[in-house]
């Protein structure tokens, strides 16, 4: 571990536990907290993915069940795809269910709402994403129970192994569409399993994530894992911080 990692871990974890020094919020605050972050998550996780809705349009299409002129019905149904997979998501981290393909085949399921002939499989084809080529249908499978049988071992810090999981499930690649949004759920529940708060890799932070992607791609021939365990680690202190002035 860099002392750079080191140094945000550390931060992470001392706000964690200042966190856990505070008052529960009222129960008005923590919904009005809660339906905010469900809005916010769901905006910028499909804006990452080149969905056209704004962030007013999003909550719009969600407490009005409306749908926006001019935009198209697959972006309406990635929305609503996304909120059914994201409240899946926030109930297996309160269960501290432990996932397994069957979940993560689930979450697919719920969010590809509109490719239902395929939501919830694995893909049966090869594919090129800008240029690199990611696991070979053939093993999927078998990738796919390595990874879930993963654990983090007694000489890695749970946010190090957290983000290197993601990493893994985002090489793996295993259905044809939706990965970045599934995987990014699931980088959420493991990190409220193991006591941290869920984090939102919001538009901005797009070219960050991408970039620690490509560093594990190690199309350098140099693959590495530190850029996205910095970012995942970042994004839980500005998370920490959201909730310690609420």
């Known amino acids: 571990m860099s002392e750079e990692l080191d140094v945000l871990i550390r931060e992470a974890d001392k706000k964690k536990a200042e966190l856990g020094l505070k008052p529960e919020l009222a129960p008005d605050a923590q919904e009005a907290f809660q339906e905010r972050f469900l809005y916010d998550s769901i905006y910028h996780n499909n804006a990452i993915e080149g969905n056209s809705l704004s962030r007013e349009e999003?909550?719009?299409?969600?407490?009005?069940?409306?749908?926006?002129?001019g935009k198209p019905l697959s972006d309406h149904l990635s929305i609503v795809g996304y909120r059914d997979a994201f409240l899946l998501a926030q109930r297996l981290a309160e269960t501290r269910t432990r996932i397994s393909e069957h979940e993560i085949k689930k979450l697919h399921y719920k969010?590809?709402?509109?490719?239902?002939?395929?939501?919830?499989?694995?893909?049966?084809?090869?594919?090129?994403?800008?240029?690199?080529?990611?696991?070979?249908?053939?093993?999927?499978?078998?990738?796919?129970?390595?990874?879930?049988?993963?654990?983090?071992?007694?000489?890695?810090?749970?946010?190090?192994?957290?983000?290197?999981?993601?990493?893994?499930?985002?090489?793996?690649?295993?259905?044809?569409?939706?990965?970045?949004?599934v995987g990014r759920l699931l980088l959420n529940i493991l990190l409220e399993q193991n006591g941290y708060p869920p984090i939102i890799v919001k538009a901005e932070d797009k070219q960050r994530y991408y970039e620690g992607l490509q560093a594990y791609d190690g199309l350098d021939g140099n693959p590495r894992v530190e850029p996205m365990q910095l970012l995942v680690a970042e994004l839980v202190c500005r998370q920490l911080d959201e909730l310690l002035v609420l």
């Open 111 to 181: 969010m590809l709402i509109d490719q239902q002939d395929v939501s919830g499989e694995y893909r049966s084809y090869n594919l090129m994403i800008h240029g690199h080529r990611p696991t070979s249908y053939e093993k999927v499978p078998y990738k796919m129970l390595q990874l879930v049988e993963s654990s983090c071992g007694e000489d890695q810090h749970p946010l190090e192994w957290v983000a290197f999981y993601h990493l893994r499930f985002e090489k793996i690649h295993p259905f044809g569409d939706g990965n970045g949004r």
């Open 58 to 69: 999003v909550q719009q299409v969600l407490l009005h069940n409306e749908v926006v002129a």
